[in-house]
């Protein structure tokens, strides 16, 4: 388990590319490294990975299978490249952000870029059926580090986005300060807001029976679906 609370940044010192399977070594900022073992789990822009080989005190070798690759960035990963890293919590340990798995759910993709005095606020742009999850005021984790969503917004398709405002000390500690528009960004949905909204929409199919697809049909012909919240103010 996580926290989401991103500890440093690491920097990609090479990569191997085989059939199925990508080895990369990492460069941990100082004292990182204290302790870590081969088998230990450490999260890389919000992917748990293990440890399989120790380079010195401070750098350590992963192995990222296909699936991964195929649901995250870290098959974009590049020599020099930048990565969020955390150790796994102990027992005990304050959960500063909120629990998180290490299991990324999707690729969401930045949108909008803005920055305010002081402020750095990102819009995610996300697909379905995810954007179900994410509401305004809820936890998610964007490449790891545990966030407030500020502003969501769903569409009748069930995709949408939500916007995280970043202050600058998390700026200083994770890869976000660096970030473009289209750069796309591991999403972990915060679990117990996914069971609560499965569980209700899977009493509403149980109540509506048959009668389910002739309402959805209904609110698509006005732009509406079962997981879009009431109409609100939006910019």
Known sequence: MFTGIVQGLARVRDLVDRPGLRSFTLDFPPGFGAGLAIGASVAVDGTCLTVTGLEGADAARF?????????????????GSRVNVERAARDGAEIGGHPLSGHVDCVGRIAELRRPENNHVLRIALPAPWMRYVFAKGYIAVDGASLTVAEARREADGSGWFEVWLIPETLRMTVFGAKAIGDGVNIEIERQTQVFVDTVRDAVAE?????????????RQQGLSLDLPPPGPSR
Request: glycine share 4%; no cysteine; aromatic share 0%.
């Open 207 to 219: 109540r509506l029976g048959a009668l389910q697809p002739a309402l959805e049909a209904l609110l």
């Open 63 to 79: 192995d990222v299978m296909q699936q991964s690759l195929a649901l995250t960035t870290l098959a974009r990963l590049a020599a």
